[in-house]
């Protein structure tokens, strides 16, 4: 097998067998046991929609229920995974993580469960395949100085200061309320999106860390 077939086998593997994979298979499952998982997605739906048709009204009360809505739905959907994966997260206590990082954990315990029913990657398939990886990926970013989340909160925080001197206005109270709410949802959505997909770039960096990960297990025997 070509080195370029087993990436392609990795990524695969990855894509397919994940925390977010599992719970986009229980949402389309038409099993009794799985209904709850489309519950609560129509219930986040349900919520975001009539937020944002007030919003205009009552933005700031919209805006905290959005919010509320997000990490509720959030809470509901990681304790029924919980019980549908029960035999992991018993076997390697997950339970104990922060919630934030069990789903990394979880992410790739799944990846390696699949890894050792294929059979098909050796312990010397991942040094190679971490290198082949390595070269992949270098380059010069020259952009790195600007993709800081701390330079981007400064800009985005100038252009809001720019934007309003512009229009010649002072700041109000509500201004700054609004924009920490929008602040609040954006976090919020932006913490769903990373949860339930991935970019290339974070994509490779989760695999190489899988496959570190599962590398040292061989080595030690405790895969």
């Known amino acids: 097998m070509s080195n370029v077939k087993r990436w ?4 695969k593997t990855f894509k397919n067998h994940s925390r977010s994979a599992v719970i986009k298979k229980y949402v389309k499952s038409n099993k009794k046991e799985h209904r709850e998982y489309r519950y609560y997605l129509a219930f986040f739906l349900g919520v975001s929609i009539v937020a944002v048709f ?4 009552y933005f700031y009360v919209t805006s905290v229920i959005m919010f509320a809505a997000s990490f509720i739905s959030y809470l509901l959907v990681e304790k029924k995974l919980s019980k549908d994966l029960s035999s992991l997260y018993e076997q390697h206590d997950l339970g104990d993580y922060h919630f934030s990082e069990r789903a990394r954990q979880l992410s790739y315990l799944l990846f390696k469960e699949q890894l050792d029913k294929d059979s098909k990657i050796k312990s010397e398939d991942i040094t190679v ?9 270098e380059k010069v970013d020259r952009m790195i100085f600007f993709k800081s989340k701390y330079i981007l909160m400064i800009v985005t925080a100038l252009l809001a200061l720019t934007i309003q001197h512009l ?5 109000s109270t509500d201004f700054l309320i609004a924009i920490f709410y929008m602040a609040l949802i954006l976090l919020m959505l932006s913490f769903f999106i990373f949860d339930f997909s991935s970019f290339p770039k974070d994509r490779n960096l989760q695999i190489t860390r899988f496959l570190k990960w599962y590398e040292i297990e061989k080595n030690t025997n405790t895969v």
């Open 54 to 57: 007030f919003s205009y009204q």
């Open 129 to 137: 395949l971490l290198k082949w990886n390595d070269i992949n990926n």
């Open 8 to 11: 392609a086998y990795i990524n």
């Open 167 to 171: 229009q010649g206005q002072e700041f």
